[in-house]
């Protein structure tokens, strides 16, 4: 199923150079348009604390990377150029195809920013994620399945450091709750 969606995206490649040019822009630099987008929702940013946001954000793109480097290493699964005839439009090396790094950072940051943002801009960005993970098969250099699994890295790593934030909220709630040690006798 995973190579007939491939054959179904990427079989439409080449046909129409100026939607050839649009996804093979899409694929590669759309993720850094979405880094720049990251920054839009300034009140938001401002209210929550910069230095705040960038840590969450930065936290669930590190934690994305390295979960989507480990996935990577215990998966040997070759890139779709390497095993079949295709449209391959952009250049890429001849390494493991799962997950899609591009994915799993596109998909982690729109998660980040919806969690941790606004739900307005994350909205926009999980289109745009979305658009990088189709570019990305439309080109040639993963399949559908690589992109899902970044997408779920992406959500794991968000969704983990809302679990850790939550955590040490309530660690600190509570002990701000405890009475002081040393009180009169």
Known sequence: MNYHLFQMINGAAGAHDPVDDLFEWT????????????????????RTGVWAV???VG?????????????????????????????????HASDVSMPSDHATVAFALAFAVTAFLSRRW?????????????????????????VL??????????TTVLGV???LHHRNASASRAPA???RR
């Open 122 to 146: 994350g909205v926009v960005l999980i289109v745009l994620a979305t658009a990088v993970g189709f570019a990305r098969v439309w080109v040639g250099v993963h399949y559908p399945g690589d």
């Open 27 to 46: 694929a590669t630099w759309l993720i850094f348009v979405m880094a720049a987008v990251t920054l839009v929702p300034g009140r938001t940013l401002l």
């Open 59 to 91: 936290a669930s793109l590190l934690l994305a990377l390295g979960l989507g480097q480990a996935v990577g290493h215990l998966n040997h699964e070759a890139r779709p150029f390497q095993t079949h005839v295709v449209h391959q439009l952009i250049p």
């Open 149 to 158: 699994a970044g997408a779920v890295i992406g959500a794991v790593a968000v």
């Open 165 to 167: 934030e939550r955590l």
């Open 181 to 183: 040690g040393g009180g």
């Open 54 to 56: 960038l840590v969450r």
